[in-house]
């Protein structure tokens, strides 16, 4: 939906001249070599993620600097400095090395957003052991699944999390060589078939030299959230270090001094990228929040930690909004000077109410668990136009393209045509492989193009519009219709909080559209109120495109990284069996 204001750039937004001065200089002069320059030379001509993230700053003025402050209900902020992080990262990796596990290897941790989390993903990439974070909440199945397909050697957990989700599993994993514990009480663990990391860490040394990697070497394995099916492994390399540095650089604007907030679990693709590699390459100081979303301790996080760069998600800014505006004025933020989002098509109302309650409005950006990094981002260099996805990014050619009988792609040159958006290979984090799936990973290009599976537009400033993902798109009575447009328009309704619309068969219309939505406090479901919203979205979007019913739900089902799942509503709808759940998150 092209909202007609758009949110100018005025001199006054900016507290800090951006990284990102001229689009479309930058654009013209950007070269993945010139940022490889920028990164600083490894020892013998490497290249490791967790070198360039960590060891290069404490061996400079930032050793003693802050790289993470880990908060934590009725506990003491815990600081892990540039300096502690680069010892514990090299004691991490030295007791991998004990243990007789490799590079190449693969080490599963399934943590909380504890310290060890990020010791271990860090830790496991200077040993050139491929790492996968999990969501802590994932139950035995999902764990078991992952850790079978990517065949994991190690698995770091907790002794809680081992007893009641791995300990009766464990022989459903049998590629598993290790498991070391970490005590959620802060002491020791002592359960058989386990490893205490404690006292492994205690004894292994803090010097250590990384296993050379190359930028070719496998570093991650990330699943997808499973929104549209099971999830698919993602294989990622050391090189996609570039990707992660320049993202930060333009699309997070980080500047040395910020204080940034990645609100992402590292068990999503976002909270590793974003939530650990971006901040720490740019020598920032992150602020990693154990706890779960809650609308008062995040207003609070926000002012008190001093946020400068804060990166969230669409969902998260919808629980604000539902919680409402007046405990946001209880707070402030003079710190706060740039507010992005991923995950979900950003509602213009979100922008909006950015810009009304925090002082400064959310720059969505876009990307995949695919592309390892962001693809494209409204940027502190250009005007917002609020429901667009932005800009491809310096050294980012992307396409609105559509597919072939024959297989091949054609390019769609003329503005506003919907079509598959598409990115030309050669970034560096783009996937390297899906785990047991090298069929679907050829599928997905075509020639020099990667084919993303989502729906877009491009206008003719060059901005991208999130159509749907392919997969959701609805055709009704000859119209193609996208969820987007029909739940940004649901959402401008005082009395909704979220909206999720599918196609539902039809014998005349083939399909019509449906819509779910959940309610703001303060708002009762009532026939009145239904027959309201159905008024309000044939007045926004004609009554072609406007849903035929709408159904009210407590809660729209999700994913664990925040997404919503319709082909759930749909599944339910129609009676259907509803496939992989594996991440669903649990209901209220
Ligand atoms: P699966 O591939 O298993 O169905 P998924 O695609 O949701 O799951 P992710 O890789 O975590 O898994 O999510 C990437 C997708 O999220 C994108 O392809 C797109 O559909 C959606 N997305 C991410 N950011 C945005 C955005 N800013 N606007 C619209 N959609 C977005
Ligand atoms: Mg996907």
Request: charged share 20%.
């Amino acid at each position: 939906m092209e909202s007609s204001s758009i949110i100018h750039k005025t001199a006054s937004d900016l507290r800090l001249a951006p990284n990102l001065g001229d689009y479309e200089a930058e654009r013209r002069v950007f070269s993945w070599a010139a940022v490889s320059r920028e990164l600083a030379d490894q020892p013998q001509g490497a290249l490791n993620i967790a070198w360039q993230a960590v060891d290069r700053h404490a061996a400079s003025s930032l050793r003693g600097k802050a790289a993470f402050r880990i908060l934590a209900r009725g506990t003491p902020t815990h600081f892990v400095t540039y300096g502690q992080l680069s010892a514990l990262t090299n004691r991490f990796c030295n007791v991998l090395r004990d243990l007789g596990v490799g590079k190449g290897e693969r080490l599963f941790i399934l943590a909380g957003r504890i310290p060890e989390l990020y010791i271990a993903i860090l830790g496991s990439l200077k040993n050139g052991t491929a790492v996968s974070p999990l969501f802590s909440a994932f139950g035995p199945d999902p764990i078991a699944t992952r850790v079978n397909l990517g065949e994991g050697a190690v698995l770091v957990t907790t002794d809680m999390l081992f007893e009641r989700k791995i300990a009766k599993w464990r022989d459903r994993m049998p590629s598993l060589k290790h498991v070391l514990l970490v005590a959620e009480d802060g002491g020791t663990t002592a359960v058989p078939g386990t490893l205490d990391l404690s006292s492994l860490m205690a004894s292994a040394s803090d010097a250590c030299e990384i296993t050379p990697t190359t930028a070719e070497d496998m570093a991650l394995l990330h699943f997808t959230s499973g929104t549209t099916g099971t999830p698919k492994g993602a294989v990622h390399v050391h090189g996609a270090v570039l990707t992660h540095w320049s993202t930060g650089r333009y699309a997070l604007d980080l500047h040395v001094d910020d204080i940034y907030w990645c609100t992402a679990d590292p068990g999503w693709v976002t909270g590793t990228s974003y939530g650990v590699i971006a901040p720490l390459l740019h020598g920032v100081t992150s602020i990693v929040d154990r706890e779960e979303f809650d609308a008062e301790r995040w207003y609070a996080i926000l002012q008190d930690e001093g946020v400068s760069i804060w990166y969230t998600a669409p969902t998260a800014i919808r629980m604000l909004m539902k919680a409402g505006a007046d405990i946001a004025k209880k707070y402030a933020f003079p710190r706060l000077r740039f507010a992005a989002s991923v995950g979900e098509p950003l509602n213009p109302e979100a922008v909006w109410w950015g810009k009304q309650v925090l002082g400064l409005p959310f720059h969505d950006n876009w990307w995949q668990t695919e592309t390892g990094g962001i693809m494209i981002a409204n940027t502190p260099a250009f005007d917002i136009k609020p429901g667009s996805m932005g800009r491809p990014l310096p050294g980012v050619e992307a396409a609105i393209v559509s597919r072939q009988a024959d297989g091949s792609v054609q390019v769609i040159e003329a503005p506003n045509k919907e079509g598959e958006l598409a990115l030309k290979r050669g970034w560096p984090s783009m996937f390297r492989g899906y785990l047991n799936s090298e069929e679907r990973y050829r599928k997905s290009f075509s020639g020099e193009w990667y084919l993303t599976g989502d729906l877009a537009r491009r206008d003719a400033d060059g901005y991208y519009w999130f159509v749907g993902r392919a997969d959701d798109v609805i055709k009704s009575a000859g119209h193609l219709i996208g969820p987007f447009e029909v739940e940004s328009a649901l959402m401008e309704h005082p009395a909704v909080a979220e909206a999720a619309v599918i196609g539902k068969p039809d014998p005349i219309a083939g399909e019509v559209v449906k819509a779910f939505v959940s309610l703001n406090n303060g708002f009762e479901q009532s026939e009145a109120l239904r027959m309201a919203l159905l008024g309000h979205a044939r007045t926004r979007l004609g009554a072609a495109v406007a849903p035929k019913e709408i159904a009210f739900l407590t809660q729209l089902p999700r994913t664990r990284s925040g997404k919503i799942m319709r082909r759930l509503l749909k599944a339910r709808e129609l009676g259907l069996p509803e496939g992989d759940t594996s991440t669903l998150e649990a209901g209220p």
